[in-house]
C-alpha cells in the first residue's frame, strides 16, 4: 500500500568518543523538499545526505537534524589564525587609542570574527564520523519509513472504504439511468412533438432528433468512464509505489465525471447521486493528500 508522506523519527547513539543523534520529520508537500541541519565539518556530505533520503522518500518535506557531540576532544582540529587575530588586535587598539575610548580590547570582542577560529577534522576522522552519522541517518530513516508505511495503511484501508461507495452509487447510477432512458425518451417525443404544433414530418427525421435529443441527456458514457476511474484507483490503492500525485489526478477526473452527470440529469434520483458522490470524492480528496 502507498505509504503517508508524514512522520517523525530520532535515533541517537552513543560511543566513547561521539554522541550521534538524528531527527528527522516528515510533511506533505506537492514535491519532495529536503532541508538540512547538519554540523559545518559535514557540509560537504550534505549531497550524500540528500540521496539517503531520497533512497527512501520519493514525495513530502522532509526535515533532518544531524547533532554530533565530542564526548573526547578531537586532537589538533582547532586552527587559530594567529596573525590574523594579531592585525585584528592592532586595529581594534588603534581604534580605541584615536577615538579615546575607555574600554580595552578585549578577547570577547576579538571572537566575534569568526574567521579567526576554526574547527577542521583530518580526512579520517571526518571519515570515521562520516561512518557513524550515516549508519544513525539510515537507521532514522528506516524507522520513518515504518511510521509512513503503517499511517499509510491506515489512509489506504480509509480511502478504500471510500471507493466501494463511489462504487456502490455508480452501480446505482447505471441502474437508475437505465430506467430512467424509456420516460425520457418518451418525455423528449412528446415535446418534440409538441414543439412541431402537429405538423407532418418524416418518421425518420422524427426519430433522429428524438435520438439526438435523448443523446444529450444520456449518461451512460460518464458511468462508463467512472467505473474505469475507481478500478484504477481501487489497483493504485494496492500499489507500494508512490502513487498520492496519481490518486488526486483521478480524483478530479471522477468529480468531472459526476459534474457532467449533473449537468445532464433531469432526475431527481441521479441528481441525489451525484451528489452524493461528489460528497465522497472531496473526503477521497482530503484524505489522498497525505498519501506519497
Request: with cysteine; proline share 2%; glycine share 4%.
Amino acid at each position: 500500500m502507498p505509504k503517508s508522506m508524514t512522520g517523525y523519527a530520532k535515533v541517537e547513539r552513543i560511543s566513547k568518543e561521539y554522541r550521534v543523534s538524528c531527527e528527522v520529520k516528515a510533511l506533505n508537500s506537492r514535491y519532495l523538499n529536503i532541508e538540512l541541519n547538519c554540523p559545518s565539518f559535514l557540509s560537504s556530505r550534505e549531497i550524500e545526505l540528500t540521496k539517503l533520503i531520497q533512497r527512501y522518500v520519493k514525495r513530502g518535506k522532509v526535515f533532518l537534524k544531524l547533532f554530533v557531540e565530542f564526548l573526547v576532544p578531537p586532537a589538533d582540529a582547532l586552527r587559530i589564525d594567529f596573525g590574523l587575530a594579531k592585525a585584528y588586535y592592532d586595529g581594534l587598539e588603534e581604534l580605541v587609542t584615536k577615538l579615546g575610548i575607555p574600554e580595552p580590547v578585549n578577547l570577547d570582542q576579538l571572537l566575534r570574527f569568526r574567521e579567526l577560529v576554526k574547527f577542521e577534522l583530518s580526512e579520517e576522522q571526518e571519515e570515521r564520523i562520516w561512518k557513524i552519522c550515516e549508519e544513525v541517518v539510515e537507521e532514522a530513516l528506516q524507522k520513518l519509513d515504518l511510521e509512513r508505511e503503517r499511517e499509510g495503511q491506515q489512509l489506504s484501508k480509509q480511502l478504500q472504504a471510500i471507493v466501494e461507495g463511489l462504487n456502490a452509487l455508480t452501480d446505482k447510477l447505471r441502474e437508475t439511468a437505465n430506467g430512467v432512458l424509456p420516460s425520457l425518451k418518451e418525455k423528449l417525443r412528446n415535446q418534440i412533438q409538441q414543439l412541431l404544433d402537429n405538423a407532418q414530418i418524416d418518421a425518420n427525421l422524427f426519430e433522429n432528433l428524438v435520438a439526438m435529443s435523448l443523446q444529450k441527456l444520456d449518461i451512460r458514457e460518464e458511468i462508463d468512464r467512472l467505473e474505469t476511474h475507481l478500478s484504477k484507483t481501487m489497483e493504485l490503492l494496492s500499489s507500494k509505489e508512490a502513487v498520492g500525485s496519481h490518486l488526486d489526478f483521478l480524483a478530479q477526473e471522477i468529480l468531472r465525471e459526476l459534474n457532467t452527470v449533473l449537468s445532464k440529469s433531469e432526475d431527481a434520483g441521479l441528481i441525489d447521486l451525484a451528489l452524493r458522490g461528489k460528497v465522497l470524492i472531496s473526503q477521497f480528496r482530503e484524505q489522498v493528500q497525505n498519501l506519497e
